[in-house]
């Protein structure tokens, strides 16, 4: 066929076309409605209000010890204990999620410079004390597989940690 053929459009009965029209409403109201939410949720995010389940540094540095310093994880928080002698010591999350500690040398004395116990913690530092007159102690955290490791301090200086292990 050489010629061209005209096709007539036919208009569809009015009820088809409101629903039409309807349909496409619909859709248009389900794909603002996604948006939206993605919108609000990307709002919420980037001011802080909920979080991702998962801590960044780089959300949540900042935060430091009084009268001690420190780069550490304000979500996870400080845990303290103090020692049979009254010296004090904290237990942290520094930004790189490796768990510090500064302790005095001896009642109200000098803290010693921040000390990485290491690890990779997704929760703050518990510490756990069987008699406040020992000197034997643990540490725990929860890691980034999910599983608790713990450190243990016999009864000897402060500074004598055994590795993490799995608990």
């Known amino acids: 066929m050489t010629g061209s053929m005209s096709v007539a459009r ?32 990307a709002g919420l995010l980037s001011a802080g209000l909920v979080g991702t389940g998962t801590a960044t540094a780089a959300a949540t540095t900042g935060c430091s010890v009084a009268g001690l310093g420190g780069n550490t994880i304000c979500e996870y928080g400080q845990s303290w204990t103090t020692w ?12 790189n999620y490796a768990v ?23 929760s703050g530092v518990a510490v756990h004390r069987s008699s406040s007159a020992t000197w034997t102690a ?16 016999g009864n000897t200086s402060i500074s004598q940690w055994g590795p993490w292990t799995r608990g």
């Open 10 to 41: 036919i208009k569809a009965p009015l009820p088809w076309r409101n629903l039409m029209k309807n349909r496409r409403a619909e859709r248009n109201f389900r794909t603002w409605k996604r948006f939206s939410m993605i919108i609000g949720a």
């Open 84 to 95: 049979p002698n009254g010296a004090r010591q904290v237990f942290v999350i520094g930004t």
């Open 138 to 153: 643990s540490i725990s955290v929860t890691g980034t597989n999910g599983n608790t490791y713990f450190r243990n301090r």
């Open 100 to 122: 510090y500690t500064r302790w005095q040398e001896a009642r109200g004395g000098r803290y010693v410079a921040w000390t990485s116990l290491g690890g990779k913690a997704r």
